[in-house]
């Protein structure tokens, strides 16, 4: 983390909103991407993102190191994941899910549902491919590749120098694609 994201995070901790707007522009696709990784869905881990910045403003406070403000973030990220998988568990048991989105859904110009389930099948074994890759390949290829994150971004965000990171890309894809071959057979 550069020392003006720290100066940012102590400034956040004085109640400086527009230094704290500054660090979710500086750490969204970072979120963003490790929340896609949890839920394999867009607009759930989008709607997360949202809920992990207002909670992470509201507990600033507790940042005790700025240096560790990333890993506490996504330390953040992860609970509000698990806690929105209890809560849709919780809806799901109650019966309380289906509503007027599911129904909007047969309504809609969305692909047919053979067309779907197989797009979303196969957005399951990439997802699931990526998730068992190591960590050093999953967030460059998530940033990269999901979230649409430039190269300048991606390193500032992981601390990598841009030759690193096109390696680890590189070697990601990789195993990404061999991984995809031995999901097919």
């Not at 750490?27 to 929340?35: D, E, P, Q, Y």
């Not at 109650?94 to 599911?102: C, F």
């Not at 110009?109 to 957005?123: L, Q, T, V």
Request: glycine letters at 8%.
């Amino acid at each position: 983390m550069s020392q003006a994201d720290e100066a940012l995070v102590l400034r956040s901790q004085k109640g400086d909103r527009a230094a704290f707007e500054e660090l979710v522009r500086h750490t969204a696709r970072l979120v963003f991407s490790r929340l896609y990784l949890e839920t394999g869905d867009v607009h759930r881990a989008e709607d997360l993102v949202q809920d992990t910045f207002l909670s992470a403003w509201r507990r600033i406070c507790q940042v005790s190191e700025p240096s560790g403000f990333r890993t506490w973030l996504l330390t953040i990220a992860h609970s509000v994941a698990v806690d929105a998988q209890r809560h849709l568990s919780r809806k799901k048991r109650s019966g309380a899910h289906v509503g007027e989105s599911a129904l909007a859904g047969l309504c809609s110009g969305a692909p047919a549902p053979p067309e779907e389930a197989a797009r979303n099948e196969s957005r399951q074994k990439v997802l699931s491919v990526l998730r068992s890759l190591p960590e050093e390949y999953r967030m460059p290829l998530t940033l990269r590749y999901i979230a649409g994150a430039d190269y300048e971004t991606i390193g500032r965000q992981l601390g990598l120098t841009n030759g690193s990171l096109r390696g680890l890309l590189a070697r990601g894809m990789e195993k990404m694609r061999a991984a995809m071959g031995r999901a097919e057979l």
